[in-house]
Each structure stands twice: as C-alpha cells, then as structure tokens.
C-alpha cells in the first residue's frame, strides 16, 4: 500500500506553485489540514510541500477503494516501515517523518493515531475534501493545528499554469491589458479545476458533479432530488432562495430534510450559501437567515447546466466571491430598501471592514446610479467612508453624499482587482 502510493507522490508532475492562505512553512510544527474541494489538487500541494523537504516521507491516500479499511495492526504497520526507511536512510537511524495522509475522513478513529504520531514528533499533513472536518479537526487539536484552505485556481495561478507573466496591473501597456482580458474571460468561463485548465477540457467538470452525485447516492440521498435541487440552485446562483420554491422543484417535502441536503452540498464544496448580515426571518414555525447561494466553481455553469441563461452578471458575481473567500474573507450581502452584494468582515473579527459591489453594465447611466445608491446605503449602515464597485474593464474614483458625509466609490475592473 505504502509503496504503490509513495511512488505516485514522489513522482508528481507538472506541480504549479498554489497561492494558499495562511502561507505553510516546513519549520511549522502544527497538523496541517489542507481542506478543499475534490480535484482543486490537494494531493498535488502536498507533494509541493514534500519537495522541500528532508526526511522520510510517508504518503497514503485513504480514498483508495483498492485498499481495505486499516487495522490497528497495519496502522502499526505503517509506522514500523517508516522507522525502517528511516534506519536505511540515515547513519543514526534518526531524523523527521513527514506523514501525509489523503481523505483522512475515511479512516476510521484517524484522530487518536494522528494524535499519537504527532505527539512522536512526527510532521503530519492531512487532506479532506468535507468542510464538516473543519470544526472537528480544530475542536480536536486545539492549540496544535493549522488549516489551509485550498480553492480551485485563482486567476493569478491560471495565469502562471498557462505559462504568462503576471505583471503589475497598474503598469500594463494597452496590447498586454487586452491579451489579459481573453484570458481572465476564458477562465471566467472554464473555472479554475486544474487538469479543466491544463487539458482545456469543461467536460471534466461535469464527470466531477457526476462523481459527487454519487457519492451522494452513497450517502443516502436521493440523486435525482440532490441533481435537481443542485441544477437549480447554480441556474439561481447569487440568489435569495425560499424553502418553498427548494421543496417545489426537488420534490422534498420537508424543510428540514431540504437544509440536510444544502449541508451536504455545501459539505463538499459544491454550492455555499451566503447570509444576509444581521437578519433572522420567520417562515412558518422555522426560523431562519436569508441566503444566497454561490457555485464552487464558475466553470460548473457550463458543465452543470448546459442551457445556463447568459446571466454573466451574476456568474461575475459569483466569479467575486470566490476570490473573496480565497482571501480568508467573511462574506455577507447586505438588503434594506436597496442591496450592497457583499458586506464583507476579516477573517475572526465582528467588524464590518468593506462593501463591494458587482456590475457587468457600469456604463449604463441606470445601472450605475442604482449600483451607487445601493453601495453608499451600506457605506452608511455601516460606518463605513469607501466602498469599491468592480467592473468588467471600467476604473474611476467617485465621490457622492452619504448621510454622514462624502464618500469615496472606488471602482476598478475585476481582471486587475484579482491580481492586487
């Protein structure tokens, strides 16, 4: 078991530097979790990882179907064969095991033996592609863990995957803006998977959705209500959603059973859903906070639904979001008599820190005026003296009344706002 896998990890190719928020360093001594969706390359970062490092590196992917469950004894196992190399690849007999283990979850009471190892001196990084792991990881090894949340590419990495130097935004001659334009809207369009962008194929996107459909199934969930449920929802991206309309077009006819299904979804990164900041309605005897859902990917519009309607302002919107929980950032929506799109706060803090809002059609005298009027209700609310409106290409400073005063509306193009 050990070997087969060790030679895939140590011989992984084509390995493209992630942009990975907190940054991981080898000298850490924490359990790192890498925690993200399937195929956003995970196992390819820890083999990153692995490369600049010195010891003995044991990898085991515990998704593996053609391995059995582990015993205790062959978990001993592992541990004896890693002594073993290390006695072979030192004079002393001494020095650092790296563990790296993939889809950790699958290995049942993994914790105790991660919790033993470390406690050896091991170097443990973990993977999971169920952000339910997350609370339970931190809960476990408060004090001793770091979790590093892996995304798929970001148009920075996009770029370097397709082998282009990323130049500063603010000093692109006129030709270079228009060459990164195509390509920040072929990755618009695509996503960001990484083999989706190395062998330009969408479809592969679609055999991902169809692969989590069945895990689904092996979940216990009914497919074709989950496949019509998760149709739906991106068709509906950026968009309130009500539990009736949920129950109408999936054919669960419980509320409750229909958030156990936004879970699970939301448990394997395939749709998150954002609150409205500050807000708890009434529906029936359920209370709950108004949502938005986003897609995991934007590529998945096109893979998921075929007929997607060219609502580009709302897949931009979506295309925002993600960058924006890329950079560790608490994202809200903000709705009273007008809507800001995102209200945003810094990662462990209650503090409102921006407001930004997304529009395709800024130079539509209408559209603008409504996109600003919505913005500086926020500002207001909020307390806050700037906002920042992103564009497809448009870049101004605004500056309009608020009730408290002037405010600033900064607005840039998005192409260049993600590579700040």
Not at 367 to 394: C, F, K, P, Q
Request: hydrophobic residues 35%; negative net charge; glycine residues 6%.
């Amino acid at each position: 078991m050990i070997c087969s896998h060790h030679n895939f990890f140590q011989n992984a190719p084509d390995l493209i530097p992630r942009e990975i928020f907190p940054c991981c360093s080898v000298e850490d001594s924490e359990i790192k979790l890498i925690s993200g969706p399937t195929h956003a390359g995970k196992t390819t970062f820890m083999s990153q990882v692995a490369s600049n490092m010195v010891g003995v590196k044991i990898y085991i992917d515990f998704e593996d179907s053609q391995i059995p469950e582990p015993g205790s004894g062959d978990l001993q196992a592992i541990e004896e064969t890693a002594a073993e190399i290390r006695k072979k690849e030192t004079e002393d007999g001494e020095g650092r095991i790296f563990y790296f283990f993939d889809e950790i979850q699958n290995l049942q009471g993994w914790e105790n033996w991660v919790d033993r190892l470390h406690r050896q001196g091991a170097e443990i990084y973990l993977t999971s592609s169920r952000s339910k792991l997350i609370n339970e990881f931190s809960s476990r090894f408060s004090g001793r863990c770091k979790i590093l949340r892996l995304f798929p590419f970001s148009f920075r990495e996009y770029l370097q995957i397709k082998g282009n130097r990323i130049a500063e935004p603010n000093f692109l001659t006129p030709s270079s803006s228009d060459e990164l334009l195509c390509m920040f809207l072929q990755y618009f369009e695509n996503g960001g998977f990484p083999d989706v962008i190395k062998k330009d194929d969408i479809s592969l996107s679609r055999k991902y959705f169809e692969e989590e459909l069945k895990k689904g199934a092996a979940a216990g969930y009914d497919v074709q209500k989950l496949k019509k449920l998760v149709i739906f929802l991106i068709s509906n991206t950026a968009s309130e959603y009500s539990l009736d309309t949920l129950k109408k077009i999936s054919g669960i006819e419980s509320g409750e059973l229909i958030n156990t299904y936004l879970d699970y979804l939301e448990d394997i990164f395939l749709l998150y859903r954002v609150p409205k900041l500050n807000s708890l309605q009434e529906s029936g005897k359920e209370k709950y906070v108004p949502c938005k859902i986003y897609a995991g990917d934007t590529g998945l519009f096109k893979a998921v639904y075929p007929g997607y309607p060219d609502s580009l302002g709302l897949r931009f919107e979506n295309l925002v979001f993600l960058e924006l929980l890329r950079r560790e950032k608490q994202v809200f929506y903000f709705k009273n008599q007008r809507e800001c799109d995102f209200i945003i706060k810094e990662k462990d803090s209650q503090k409102v820190s921006a407001a930004i809002q997304i529009s395709v059609c800024f130079g539509n005298p209408a559209v603008m005026e409504r996109e600003i009027l919505g913005l500086t209700e926020a500002l207001d609310e909020y307390g806050l003296e700037e906002g920042l409106i992103l564009t497809m290409d448009e870049e101004e400073t605004i500056r309009v009344d608020g009730k408290n005063g002037k405010k600033i509306v900064m607005v840039k193009s998005v192409w260049k706002w993600m590579l700040e």
